[in-house]
């Protein structure tokens, strides 16, 4: 079934292909929500959520854009919302003096994309949105600051942050491997 | 540095962008079972509008002509009834004699259509009179008495409404009292005085039948309602779910709407009972023009032809009357002209060439004004802004919206034919006027007063 097949027998309600639907993208999108949430079950409960959305509106995607892009948009949407609901933005937790250091490529590669997540998903809250919205997603800081409200030089001092914690897990992780 | 941070973020955008992870098969459940119902029959319902407009139009046409053709006849109004009767009280005894072999019964009439014989005096008084030629004055100032006095009668029903009649209504004569009349009375005060017994027709001697008049043709009922309704209007916005509410806020402020303008044309059609129906097209324009630092910026225009079909009620006394009215219509062209605010998600890369940004520009104010015939400024960049003439860029619909309609107001009957009409009128979009994937909702609210006249074919 095309695209546009099946988001017409889904406009339908047809359970059929709203299942497949799911099928399609669930596995992408759970990964978005992973990325954003704290833990599984808060991921399972943004892409329970951010679904419902796409069904509801699905009368709403113009089909000239991606309808990939389109589901995405939603669930980080739904996924800020959920951030937004624990009152969190900004994080000071006292790494202002950590030195810039440069981060070793390899460092990174050296891990697999499951212990990339668990790093992510240990970052500050206020840091984890910024840093998926920034560096993953690619959108700017102005649009950051528009979607979270704040400045965009809030914004940007929270990515300097992430970074920074993330350098220090990596180092972490490094000390680690070698021991 | 910077470099080597753009090689930090590839690496993790390289990684984690694209990755994939398998939800429990929980969430597909709970997402079937936590899907409102309401928005799985909204949708269903949207998706085939054109099927469930069209059985609405012809269950409202369906409707319509059961009510219009139910009416078979008409009874004349009371002030013709009490004035026939009256005479008739007085004359009918006295041409009596003349035709009293002429004159049948009609007791197999329905008692709703027939009234009772004058009370009081017995046929033999009025045949014995033996002069034929001469009126019996005594006769017709007894008759007159006997008109206006309350006796009791056999029937108890008709008698516990005689009685019950209170001020003027008791000065009438008997013939006034009808069983139809009885039945309309409210069930407390005449049960009071109910006797088992009900009224027997073959124990009542009827003399003559109601009148009744012709149904009233279709020119008669029917009249053009041409209006023109100047309106201020309101506008509601609201940002979808994935929409920042900053761009609807720059609107609110930026855009300033000048009147609009409704003309009608409609059919309006007496029902019964002072009810009617109106239905027609009307034609509305709105014009808006956008300020920014207190200029004219640029400017839009919004028409639309809309059929209403509104239901109404009014009163009548003598010259002067009223109406209230009301219904939905339904827009079935919309057509758009000149520019609306884009939305700021949608501006791109900023262009850092350009003279005049609308969010930027400060100060050195714009020289080209726009004129009313919606140009864009040559100082207004081009990007930031929705032509809506271009079907791609406009985010409002070009038909379907649903409006509901409430006015009422007063009527000046000036001749038989011209009606004057005044009516503060109200309405205000069910629908948004903006398409599915415009990514907010726009309603809009229109208070104005409308001047109309009403003439009879």
């Known amino acids: ?179 | 540095m910077s470099d080597q941070i753009n090689e930090f973020d590839q690496l993790f955008r390289d990684r984690l962008a694209d990755q994939t992870a398998t939800p429990p098969s929980a969430v597909w459940e709970n997402i079937k079972s936590t899907r409102s119902y309401g928005h799985v029959v909204a949708n269903r319902i949207s998706n085939n509008w054109k099927i469930f407009g069209t059985l609405l139009m012809l269950l409202l046409a369906g409707g319509s002509s059961i009510v219009l053709l139910g009416e078979q006849k008409e009874i004349a109004n009371e002030a013709q009834i009490n004035t026939i009767n009256q005479i008739t009280d007085v004359v009918t005894p006295i041409i009596e004699k003349e035709k009293k072999n002429k004159i049948k019964p009609t007791s197999n009439l329905e008692p709703s259509f027939v009234a009772p014989q004058i009370i009081g005096l017995k046929n033999e008084d009025i045949l014995d009179n033996t002069n034929e030629n001469v009126p019996d004055w005594q006769l017709i100032a007894s008759l007159e008495q006997a008109a206006f006095v309350r006796p009791e009668l056999e029937d108890k029903r008709l008698s516990a409404y005689i009685q019950g009649l209170e001020g003027w209504e008791s000065a009438k004569p008997k013939s006034f009292v009808r069983y139809y009349n009885m039945e309309a009375l409210p069930k407390k005060s005449v049960q009071k005085r109910i006797i088992e017994k009900q009224p027997v027709k073959a124990e009542i001697d009827y003399d003559y039948v109601m009148p009744t008049v012709d149904r009233k043709t279709f020119e008669e009922r029917t009249s053009i309602l041409l209006s023109f309704t100047p309106q201020t209007i309101s506008k509601i916005m609201q940002a979808e779910y994935n929409l920042s509410s900053s761009y609807l806020e720059e609107r609110q402020k930026t855009e300033k709407t000048r009147m609009a303008y409704t003309f009608g044309a409609m059919l309006h059609y007496e029902v019964k009972n002072n009810k009617f129906i109106e239905t027609g097209v009307q034609f509305t324009q709105i014009y808006e023009e956008m300020s920014y630092e207190g200029e004219k910026r640029f400017s839009n225009q919004y028409d639309f032809l809309e059929i209403p079909i509104l239901l109404g009620y009014e009163g009548r006394n003598a010259k002067i009357g009223w109406e209230i009215k009301g219904g939905f219509g339904v827009q079935v062209y919309n057509n758009y002209k000149g520019f609306i605010l884009k939305r700021l998600d949608e501006f791109g890369a900023p262009n850092p060439n350009a003279n005049a940004q609308f969010r930027l520009n400060k100060g050195e104010a714009v020289k080209n004004i726009i004129e009313n015939n919606h140009r864009l400024s040559k100082n207004q960049a081009r990007h930031e802004v929705l032509d809506l003439e271009n079907e791609a860029e406009n985010p409002y619909k070009s038909a379907g919206v649903i409006n509901f309609h409430l006015a009422a107001g007063l009527t000046y009957y000036h001749s038989i034919n011209t009606t004057f009409v005044l009516t503060p009128y109200y309405r205000r979009t069910l629908n948004s006027i903006t398409k599915e994937d415009a990514r907010f909702r726009e309603n809009i609210r229109y208070v104005g007063i409308s001047f109309g006249t009403r003439v009879k074919f």
């Open chain 1, 1 to 179: 079934m095309d695209e546009k097949k099946l988001i017409q027998a889904c406009l339908n309600e047809e359970e059929a292909a709203q299942k497949l639907l799911y099928d399609i993208y669930s596995p992408k999108m759970y990964f978005v929500c992973l990325r954003y949430a704290r833990h599984d079950m808060e991921a399972q409960d943004m892409l329970q959520d951010g679904f419902i959305k796409v069904f509801d509106n699905l009368r709403s995607f113009k089909s000239s854009g991606s309808f990939e892009g389109w589901i995405r948009r939603i669930m980080v949407n739904t996924s800020l919302n959920y951030c937004r609901k624990s009152s969190y933005k900004q994080e000071n937790i006292g790494i202002e003096d950590y030195q810039d250091k440069v981060v070793d490529p390899k460092a990174i590669s050296a891990l697999s994309e499951q212990e990339l997540l668990n790093i992510i998903q240990q970052l500050p809250d206020g840091y984890r949105m910024v840093f998926n919205l920034y560096v993953i997603e690619g959108y700017s800081h102005k649009e950051i600051a528009e979607l979270l409200e704040f400045t965009e030089s809030t914004s940007r001092s929270q990515l300097a942050k992430a970074k920074k914690w993330i350098q220090i897990e990596l180092e972490k992780q490094k000390i680690n491997n070698h021991v």
